[in-house]
C-alpha cells in the first residue's frame, strides 16, 4: 500500500512519514458487499478498520447507534479494550476499507505511536 494514501485520510493526515510508511506496511485493503456484516456484536474483535469509501450502519441490539463513512474508524474499541465486539457494523452500501490486525495496532505501538494515539483518541470518543 501506498503510504502517500494513508495521508489522505483525516485521521492519519499530518503524521510523519515514517509512521505512515509503518502503517501503511501492515494495512490490507478489503472490500464488502451491500448488507454485508464488517463485524457483528459479541464476536471476538480480532481487527479494526478504517472506512475509505461507502457508509455503514452501527447498531447495537435493536438500537440504531449511527452511521459512519469515509475516515470513520470501527472494531478499535474491541482490539484496542475488551477484546469483544460492542456493536455490529453492516455495510449500507459497498464499502472498501483498510484492515489492521490486532497484532498489527500492537507492533504499531513501538513503529508508529503517534498513529495508535490517535487511534486511542477514536476510541475514547466513542466510550463518551
Given amino acids: 500500500m ?3 494514501r494513508l495521508a489522505t485520510i483525516t485521521l492519519f493526515a499530518g ?3 515514517q509512521e505512515l ?3 501503511a506496511s501492515s494495512a490490507a485493503e ?6 454485508e456484516a464488517l ?14 469509501s461507502g457508509t455503514a450502519v452501527v447498531t ?7 452511521d459512519v463513512g469515509p475516515g470513520d474508524v ?24 483498510l484492515r489492521w490486525f490486532k497484532t498489527d495496532v500492537w507492533a504499531l505501538e513501538g513503529r508508529a505511536p503517534e498513529s495508535v494515539q490517535r487511534l ?5 470518543g466513542h466510550r463518551a
Fill in 2 to 4: 501506498d503510504a502517500r
Fill in 15 to 17: 503524521l510523519p512519514e
Fill in 21 to 23: 510508511d509503518a502503517l
Fill in 30 to 35: 478489503v472490500e464488502f458487499d451491500e448488507g
Fill in 39 to 52: 463485524m457483528t456484536e459479541g464476536d471476538l474483535g480480532h481487527c479494526l478498520f478504517v472506512v475509505e
Fill in 60 to 66: 447495537s441490539g435493536a438500537e440504531k447507534l449511527g
Fill in 74 to 97: 470501527v472494531g478499535e474499541i474491541a482490539v484496542l479494550s475488551s477484546g469483544r465486539r460492542t456493536a455490529s457494523v453492516v455495510a449500507k452500501t459497498p464499502i472498501r476499507a
Fill in 120 to 124: 486511542r483518541v477514536a476510541l475514547d
